[in-house]
């Protein structure tokens, strides 16, 4: 998975490319954690992302946890086959999706 | 009928994947039922991997076969490692906000959710999990 990073002022766009599974969350899990608090929002470009599994779930919903408390996250561009594993597991309703 | 067994580790995630895929694409699967068919694997294999051999080295051995016509495949896992049904493990509640969500119990569900049947037995010490799947979503 290739992770690109571009920070607009307070806003930090992160664009996913490839899969994130099993392998490739923890990559994105340090990047996440590397947020400084200056960021207030968080928006994941997915229209390049192929696959998400339950491992890449919990990422995004900790993700979404920590930036509660500092500002907000979208995910933009989901493509249907992802916007279906969002849709079993309930993150439909948890997440914002633009 | 394709067998592959292989040691019950993380890192070997991607040459099961690419053991399915494989006979996914000669089936003619639809990349949407491999998408939902590789999560299911990975949260199966990863699952095994995880817990089976209580850290210790086992094998994992995956089956994939399919009906005449192609369009459903049956995978079956098969380990040697400790007792567990996963399909005991309760649902995890998808109604709860995102501050009240637990992080993680949703691999299981996410299988149960998008197969067309998942089945647990236990025999001769041996834990066999099998999903069966349409391949033309």
């Given at each position: 998975m290739t992770i690109n990073k571009e920070l607009n002022g307070s806003e930090l766009t992160i664009g996913l490319v490839g899969r994130l599974d099993t392998a490739t969350s923890p990559q994105l899990e340090e990047e996440i954690k590397a947020i400084?608090?200056?960021?207030n929002k968080l928006v994941f470009d997915?229209?390049?992302?192929?696959y998400i599994s339950s491992a890449g779930l919990r990422v995004l919903l900790s993700a979404q946890k920590m930036m509660k408390n500092q500002g907000s996250m979208v995910l933009r561009n989901v493509a249907e086959s992802i916007n279906e594993i969002l849709e079993v597991t309930g993150f439909i309703d948890i997440l914002t999706i633009e | 009928m394709k067998e592959l067994s292989i040691e019950?580790?993380?890192?070997?995630l991607n040459d099961v994947l690419a053991f399915i895929d494989t006979e996914l694409e000669i089936m003619g699967c639809s990349m949407k039922s491999q998408m939902q068919i590789d999560v299911a694997v990975e949260e199966l294999f990863v699952n095994i991997a995880s817990y089976a051999y209580e850290g210790d080295d086992g094998n994992a051995f995956i089956k994939i076969d399919t009906d005449p016509d192609n369009s459903k495949a049956t995978i079956t896992f098969i380990d040697e490692g400790v007792p567990y049904d996963p399909l005991k493990k309760e649902d995890p509640?998808?109604?709860?906000?995102a501050e009240e969500r637990?992080?993680?119990?949703l691999g299981i569900f996410i299988v149960k959710k998008t197969m067309d049947d998942v089945i647990y037995t236990h025999e001769d010490g041996k834990n066999i999990l099998t999903i069966i799947a349409s391949t033309n979503k």
């Open positions: 400084g608090s200056d960021v997915m229209k390049e992302l192929e | 019950a580790k993380k890192d070997k509640d998808v109604t709860l906000s637990p992080i993680g119990g």
